[in-house]
Structure formats: structure tokens, C-alpha cells
């Protein structure tokens, strides 16, 4: 069975501070797939990144930059010099393959709660 | 533009009366699946489907149904059967290939029922 969590129910931070958001997996695959979605407070999903088991590299994509560790089946998201519209929902979630009759179904955390205050 | 489009943003119904959920989307996407989201927890996974005229059961689909006549449509409906029936549903679709494709949701849906 595939897990995923992300301890931190809810953090605080003030506008430019840097925010590390950990999520943590659990699967039997050896290929798999990883997300991390920002929920806003409009409630839709909004995609942010895709990395696959094979791919350890780490990933920066403006201010955000993403951190997989597949020994300590982490796959953490930071914010740098975060901004008040950086406060939403962020969820993590994990994805097997098709091949695999994985069905391209996505096994969400809980989701961490971020606010950014001014 | 292309997305997902779901209707009524809010939903409200009395309880013991069925109430089907809208999604479409115009992205051509062969895949579709139904979420549904409770307050202070993850999304789970209702029903989905891979092709036109088949789906199957997520992981918490007492009390729901779905059909997917149409490749841009797949309504979700909510029973009287379902016991918890308040809560913000959401519709995604996705590619469908040999690997994987990231989801793209619609904006949700959110249902009350008293």
C-alpha cells in the first residue's frame, strides 16, 4: 500500500522568510511518482512539480525548489523569501505507473496549511 | 481556454434525495477522476476512469456513481446511501500514456446536505 504524510499541519512564517515543507512516502514500487499541488483559498488544485523515482536531482523553479531523497523517502518543498500569495494548502502525493495498473491514481498526504503574514 | 468546469460551485440538498455533480473539460483528456476533500484532510479518490464507457471504483465509492458516456463529461453522483455526504468535491483529468501524467483538477464542487 502506497502512504503519504506530511507531518506539519500548519506553519507560520512572516513574509520573507524561507519555509521548508516536509513530505514523507511510503511504497513498495521501485518506480513511482512524486507531487507536490498548492490548494489557494479558491479551492482548486494547482499542479507545481513531478519527479520520478529514477530522477534524484534536485529541482529550483524560481522560489521554489524541491529536495527528493529517495534513502529517507523524503521529497521536501521550500519556499525562498516566501510572499503572502504563497498562503494555501500544499499537498504531496504519490503516483504509480500506468503499466503497473497503477491507474495514474494519486495517493494524497493530508496537506500542510501554509500562512504568510505580512 | 482549456479546463475543467464544474457546476454549481455550491450545492445544496435535503437529506435522502440523490444530487449529480457536473465536470467537464475540454483538455481531451482520455482520463477523469472524482476527489472528494474533508476539512483538515487529504483527497480521496471516488471514482475514475481511463477510457470512454469504463471506470472503476476509487477508494471510497459506497454511495456514489458515475457514468462517462462522453470523452469531455463524467458526472458524479451522490446517493442517499452515502452516509457523510457533505463535503468539496473535486474533478481532474489527465493524460493517458505508458508512464504517468499529472492531474488537473477543476475548481470544485461544494456539497451540503442537511
Known amino acids: 500500500a502506497q502512504k503519504v504524510t506530511q507531518a506539519q499541519t500548519e506553519i507560520s512564517v512572516v513574509e520573507k522568510e524561507d519555509v521548508t515543507l516536509d513530505c514523507v512516502y511510503e511504497?513498495?514500487?521501485?518506480?513511482?511518482?512524486l507531487f507536490w499541488y498548492k490548494q489557494p483559498p479558491s479551492g482548486e488544485l494547482v499542479f507545481l512539480i513531478r519527479?520520478?523515482?529514477?530522477?534524484?536531482q534536485n529541482e529550483i523553479s524560481g522560489r521554489y525548489s524541491w529536495n527528493f531523497q529517495k534513502s529517507t523517502s523524503s521529497f521536501n518543498f521550500t519556499i525562498t523569501a516566501s510572499q503572502v500569495v504563497d498562503s494555501a494548502v500544499y499537498f504531496c502525493?504519490?503516483?504509480?505507473?500506468?503499466?503497473?495498473?497503477?491507474?495514474?491514481?494519486?495517493?494524497f498526504g493530508t496537506g500542510t496549511q501554509l500562512k504568510v503574514e505580512l | 481556454d482549456g479546463g475543467i468546469t464544474q457546476s454549481p460551485k455550491y450545492l445544496f440538498r435535503k437529506e435522502g434525495q440523490n444530487v449529480t455533480l457536473s465536470c467537464e473539460q475540454n483538455?481531451?483528456?482520455?482520463?477523469m477522476y472524482w476527489y472528494r476533500q474533508d476539512p483538515g484532510q487529504g483527497l480521496r479518490l471516488i471514482y475514475y476512469s481511463q477510457i470512454v464507457n469504463d471506470f472503476q471504483k476509487g477508494d471510497i465509492a459506497e454511495g456514489y456513481s458515475v457514468s462517462r458516456e462522453k470523452k469531455e463529461s463524467f458526472p458524479l453522483t451522490v446517493t442517499s446511501a452515502q452516509k457523510n455526504p457533505t463535503a468539496f468535491y473535486l474533478c481532474?483529468?489527465?493524460?493517458?500514456?505508458?508512464?504517468?501524467?499529472?492531474?488537473?483538477f477543476g475548481p470544485g464542487t461544494r456539497l451540503t446536505v442537511t
Open positions: 502525493a504519490l503516483s504509480r505507473p500506468w503499466l503497473t495498473g497503477g491507474g495514474n491514481k494519486l495517493t
Open positions: 483538455l481531451n483528456h482520455d482520463a
Open positions: 511504497t513498495r514500487d521501485t518506480t513511482y511518482y
Open positions: 519527479r520520478n523515482s529514477f530522477d534524484e
Open positions: 481532474a483529468s489527465s493524460a493517458r500514456g505508458l508512464t504517468v501524467a499529472e492531474q488537473y
